[in-house]
């Protein structure tokens, strides 16, 4: 035999012993078939390496809808890519289980809906640079990266409410509406201002007062936001999630 023979003999033998054939009656059981392949979050496993905790694990009737995590924010964009869970650092978390515990004991129906929680420095920088406009207009709306934001220490927490059936409180502007209705000082005089409702004040009382009880703190100009500690607390004590 020649050598050209011989050389197509070996790649003949070769094909024929790497084809697989699914053997017959073998047939995989019922839990085998159906178990799909784990999705693999390196920006989820990250947030859990450094420690921080889901909030639905403490609390199974906080409800989470990451609004990042969808096209459903004010940048219009998916920015958390394959993370849907909002952790926070095991002392925040348990704040806000003290918070959906005091908010169910006013009413059973009723449940803390997270919009975001920790956010990583990555996310953080993705948000900053799809905002195209002056350095100074995108402060308005995204806080500085490198300064870092008690969401990237993972201590902040932004939030409104809904009832078991899903449905939103009414709490007079949307998550990230970047106008004088935001504000979280002065609601009194909005409301007779018309800016909001008897019914919104109310809303955003309720809200206030049971994360107040747990131990958060509030800021100005974001009625949705909460902090769990102040930034110099946080950046003695813990790194920033990159
Ligand atoms: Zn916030």
């Not at 609390?59 to 990451?66: F, H, K, M, Q, S």
């Not at 096209?71 to 869970?85: I, P």
């Not at 809906?113 to 402060?139: G, I, Y």
């Not at 201590?155 to 979280?184: I, N, P, Q, R």
Request: contains cysteine; glycine residues 4%.
């Amino acid at each position: 035999m020649s050598i050209k023979n011989t050389i197509g003999l070996l790649l003949l033998i070769a094909a024929c012993t790497t084809e697989v054939r699914q053997p017959e009656n073998v047939h995989l059981n019922q839990e085998e078939a159906i178990t799909p392949t784990p999705v693999v979050c390196h920006l989820e496993d990250s947030i859990r390496d450094a420690g921080l905790v889901d909030v639905q694990f403490v609390n199974p009737d906080i409800r989470v809808y990451l609004r990042y995590s969808t096209r459903n924010n004010f940048l219009k964009k998916e920015m958390y890519g394959c993370l849907d869970h909002a952790y926070l650092q095991t002392m925040a978390a348990q704040k806000l289980d003290t918070a959906q515990q005091l908010l169910s004991g006013v009413d059973s129906n009723l449940h803390l809906l997270v919009w975001d929680a920790a956010r990583p420095r990555s996310v953080q920088w993705k948000m900053w640079n799809t905002l195209q406009m002056p350095f100074n207009e995108k402060k308005r709306f995204v806080s500085n990266p490198k300064n870092g934001s008690i969401h990237n220490y993972g201590f902040a927490v932004d939030l409104t409410l809904c009832t078991s059936s899903g449905e939103l409180l009414d709490m007079g502007t949307d998550f990230d509406y970047f106008g004088k209705a935001a504000s979280a000082s002065d609601e009194w005089e909005l409301v007779q201002e018309k800016v909001l409702t008897e019914e919104q004040f109310d809303n955003r009382k309720l809200r206030r007062n049971v994360m107040l009880k747990a131990g958060f703190t509030t800021i100005n100009s974001e009625w949705w936001h909460f902090n769990a500690m102040s930034r110099p607390e946080a950046s003695a004590a813990y790194a920033i999630l990159e």
